[in-house]
């Protein structure tokens, strides 16, 4: 988007003090080593060595995609220096200006600057504004009745799970679809995908289908139709085709996954009241709120003695599925079996419902999780997934307060996708969580699983918008840490390059 002197600065030459396309040089020439490391080719099963030899010898490669060729053209317009770093300060300075003088220039260039960014970031309405607030009332009464429920049902979480539109054809009954929509979640029912949307999550999406502000939200509960032929091929084996993480080579026992030293996931729930179709672990969750989803008492048991034998584990991460969107009894028992374990001094509980299902954090509940805690010797945090601002409501902010009063952290790991990518688009979602108490912990930007290719975002997107925010916005709330998944290996930092060098550099600390 192009905008005059007048309107706004020119940038400067991009060769400048920063670094310009000589950082973008050293960084895409990192990179490019990486992907040509042995190991890395090993690892992913496809060597771009081999798609180089093959491009000088005009060897025909149908099975790479226009947005391969996207990535690495721009991988190599980068390494030979054709491209744009825009520096942080606009315009160029008054010559011979110091002291108050260049400050005060500096500050009133800067305020130019940031009425550019809060330009950006206003395109993407939230959930806290009148006009949302009025919206959601109305959209909230009409779900409501058509599910013959009162606006007192509605505010309670018991219903909510009762209510579950598990059914393409009732959620059709209570958020308008477009076409597209209606023909991709059309075979769910057919072929028992998991799918399900809370009534509250179906009152955040708009009667107006083409606004486009609820775009984020639909995405994240109405699959495209590549998504849903993937699952249905691959439906009798589900675990081989969509477990990208091999996560059944890292359970040591049922119920429990294990990939790093310290820390250990427990999985006693298998399922959630609502379905993310990007779900990492779309092959195992169960039908939304499947009563047979919790394990067997005899399984948790073992789970747990497993993670009381290994001193190692120090911290555990109970998710599942969505362990709050079991009864309290059920989730208390095993969260406090969890705490008695002498070596555990964190227990992390992974959850959406602060999101799909605010309700649930009652006042009774967040009360019974801050009992958990024993400052100096154990802490309780919750991660959350707010995907956009458009979700964050004044119920949201009920809930992560009441859970904040404990002294329980709310952390949020937002999942990168096509739709949250617009410049400055997760920017305004991270402005807006530290205002109601959330803290940005990752920016996941899911890679390899094929049934996703309509979501995947370039990892290069993703390092622009850190390089871009880097000075642009507050620290606190500047992009979170960023990470990204290798097969087999779980989730790898972006700053990291330790999973794409050789052994052998590695050991000696050349990473």
Request: hydrophobic residues 40%.
């Amino acid at each position: 988007e192009e905008v005059s002197r007048e309107q706004y600065f020119q940038f400067k030459d991009p060769v400048d003090a920063e670094g310009g396309p000589l950082r973008a040089v050293r960084d895409a020439a990192r990179v490019l080593r990486g992907m040509l490391n042995k190991r890395s080719e090993q690892r992913a099963g496809f060597s771009i060595a081999q798609v180089l030899m093959d491009t000088t010898r005009s060897v025909d490669r149908p099975d790479l995609s226009p947005a391969f060729w996207a990535d690495l053209t721009h991988l190599f317009l980068a390494l030979t220096g054709r491209v744009e770093v825009a520096p942080w300060i606009p315009g160029e300075p008054t010559p011979g200006l110091q002291g108050r003088d260049a400050a005060i220039e500096r500050s009133g260039r800067l305020d130019l600057l940031w009425e550019h960014v809060q330009g950006r970031m206003q395109r993407f309405p939230d959930g806290l504004s009148r006009e949302s607030r009025d919206r959601r009332l109305g959209r909230e009464r009409e779900v409501a009745a058509a599910l013959g429920g009162t606006p007192e049902d509605f505010e309670d979480w018991r219903w909510q799970v009762a209510n579950v539109l598990k059914d393409p054809t009732r959620l059709a009954r209570v958020v308008p679809l477009s076409d597209p929509e209606r023909e991709a979640i059309a075979p769910l029912t057919l072929h028992r995908l998991p799918f399900g949307v809370t009534p509250y999550y179906a009152s955040l999406m708009d009667d107006e289908v083409d606004a486009g502000r609820d775009r984020a939200l639909r995405a994240q509960v109405i699959p495209p139709g590549d998504y849903v032929r993937d699952m249905v091929e691959s439906r009798d084996q589900r675990q081989c085709a969509f477990d990208f993480m091999l996560e059944r080579d890292t359970s040591p026992v049922d119920l429990v996954t294990r990939r790093y030293p310290a820390i250990a996931i427990l999985k006693p729930y298998n399922t959630c009241p609502q379905i993310c179709v990007y779900c990492q672990r779309n092959w195992e969750i169960d039908q939304a709120m499947d009563p047979a989803a919790l394990a067997s008492p005899e399984s948790i048991d073992d789970a747990i003695a497993w993670i009381r034998d290994h001193p190692s584990v120090r911290e555990v991460l109970v998710t599942g599925g969505d362990p709050l969107a079991l009864a309290d009894g059920p989730l208390l028992d095993i969260l406090q079996r969890v705490a008695a374990i002498p070596h555990v001094d964190m227990i992390r509980i992974g959850t959406r419902t602060p999101v799909t299902l605010p309700m649930r954090i009652t006042p009774e509940l967040a009360s019974r999780l801050g009992a958990l805690r024993e400052p100096g010797r154990r802490d309780v945090c919750v991660v959350t997934h707010v995907q956009h601002p458009y979700e964050v409501t004044p119920r949201m902010v009920t809930a992560i307060e009441r859970l904040r009063r404990q002294g329980i952290t709310v952390l949020n790991q937002l999942v990168y996708t096509l739709h949250v990518s617009r410049r400055f688009e997760a920017a305004s979602l991270r402005m807006l969580l530290r205002r109601i108490g959330i803290e940005p912990y990752y920016t996941f930007l899911p890679k390899g699983k094929e049934e996703l290719a309509a979501y995947r975002v370039p990892l290069a997107r993703l390092v622009q918008e850190q390089a871009e925010e880097a000075r642009l916005l507050p620290g606190s709330r500047r992009t979170d840490e960023a990470v990204y998944n290798v097969p087999g290996l779980g989730k790898n930092y972006l700053r990291a390059f330790q999973h794409r060098a050789d052994a052998g550099d590695v050991h000696a600390g050349r990473q």
